[in-house]
């Protein structure tokens, strides 16, 4: 139930192209949805983040879909960049429990000029 | 100077030996996490401190002690390093409530022959 399921594990994608990566919880009492950002030589940061009580966030070019009754979230990258070229992890938290992050297991992006 | 600091950022050891991993931070946050990475894994949590006097065990802790000398500093040990052990790992920080979010230092990789 603490599982976050993420896919697909790698993506390549053409400059200009949406990049679409899909992230599955079991756990209902998870509140919040972060997504982060990993360069090479770089540990993860806070991409963008959202709460189960909307169903899409967009920042720039970057969205959140929230699909609350399916426990799915995925993220969209609009007009990707060889610059957007980075492994991303999806994660949910249960705020009120103790802070503890779980992640997903990774999607490695390459988007090529 | 980055916020969260890691040392060493690479280590080569042997099989059996003592190895620590120090981590230092300048958010003035309480709470400290240490995080394994591994190629599909994803992050995963080994353990995690809310202050000096609070550690508590993550999801994959066997194998590992960790030491909160200060609120800005704490210390990853693997008391017989085994290979499995090889991976990439991360100290995080994190405000005491708030969002959610982590803050990552650049990671400490180690090998173990």
């Known amino acids: 139930q603490q599982q976050v399921k993420q896919s697909p594990q790698s993506l390549i994608v053409q400059k200009g192209g949406i990049s679409i990566i899909n992230c599955a919880y079991e756990?209902?009492?998870?509140?919040?949805f972060p997504w982060y950002q990993q360069f090479p030589g770089k540990g993860p940061a806070l991409l963008i983040a959202?709460?189960?009580?909307?169903s899409e966030k967009k920042e720039g070019r970057f969205t959140i879909s929230f699909n609350k009754s399916a426990k799915q979230f995925s993220l969209h990258i609009m007009d990707s960049q060889p610059g957007d070229s980075a492994t991303y992890f999806c994660?949910?938290?249960?705020?009120?429990?103790?802070?503890?992050?779980?992640f997903g297991q990774g999607t490695t992006l390459q988007v090529k000029p | 100077d980055a916020d969260v600091t890691q040392t060493p950022r690479n280590r080569i050891t042997k099989t059996g030996k003592r190895i620590m991993l120090e981590c230092s931070q300048t958010?003035?946050?309480?709470?400290m996490y240490w995080y394994r990475q591994d190629p599909g894994l994803g992050l995963r949590l080994i353990y995690y401190?809310?202050?000096?006097?609070?550690?508590n065990k993550g999801e994959i802790s066997d194998g590992y002690s960790v030491s909160r000398q200060a609120q800005a500093k704490f210390s990853l040990s693997l008391e017989s390093a085994i290979p499995n052990q090889t991976a990439l790992y991360f100290c995080?920080?994190?405000?005491?409530?708030?969002?959610?979010?982590?803050?990552f230092g650049e990671g400490s990789r180690l090998t173990v022959l």
């Open positions: 994660a949910a938290i249960r705020s009120s429990n103790t802070g503890k992050l779980i």
């Open positions: 401190s809310f202050d000096v006097k609070d550690i």
């Open positions: 995080a920080t994190k405000q005491a409530g708030g969002s959610g979010e982590l803050f």
């Open positions: 959202i709460r189960p009580d909307v």
């Open positions: 958010k003035g946050h309480d709470r």
């Open positions: 756990n209902t009492a998870f509140d919040y």
